[in-house]
């Protein structure tokens, strides 16, 4: 037969406390604006080139960068944001996006090889 009651608590024990204050979002890596409500945790070398670190982006940032490199060329950038920034197209975008709302999301054209 079910307990009643639980020895631990029961589901009081699991409802979050009205003082706790919601968490401030990361900055994203590439734009370091504030991320909104969906944060896409990247691996900036990618996990095929052995990549194990993840830094917090938007998505669209991460977009961006899948459309703009190859996985070799973000193997050679590795964790250096300042060397991404120095292409011109992530410039361009960057200073675009600067402007956007943090949970904007929007179709990024791929690049003419």
């Known amino acids: 037969m079910a307990r009643k ?3 631990h608590g029961g589901w009081q024990d699991l ?5 706790e204050a919601p968490a401030e979002a990361p900055a994203c890596w590439l734009c370091a604006r504030s991320t ?3 944060i896409v ?4 070398v990618p996990k095929s080139r052995g ?3 993840t830094v917090p982006m938007h998505a669209i940032c991460q977009k961006m960068l899948i459309t703009q490199f190859s996985n070799s060329e973000l193997q050679r950038h590795g964790m250096d944001v300042e ?3 120095a292409d011109p197209a992530v410039r ?3 200073d675009w996006v600067a402007k956007k709302d943090p949970d904007f999301n929007a179709t990024i054209a ?3 090889r």
């Open 5 to 7: 009651h639980s020895k």
């Open 15 to 19: 409802q979050p406390d009205a003082e």
């Open 36 to 38: 909104g409500e969906t």
């Open 41 to 44: 945790w990247h691996h900036p």
């Open 51 to 53: 990549g194990r670190d």
């Open 83 to 85: 060397g991404l920034l």
């Open 92 to 94: 361009k975008f960057v």
């Open 110 to 112: 791929k690049k003419q």
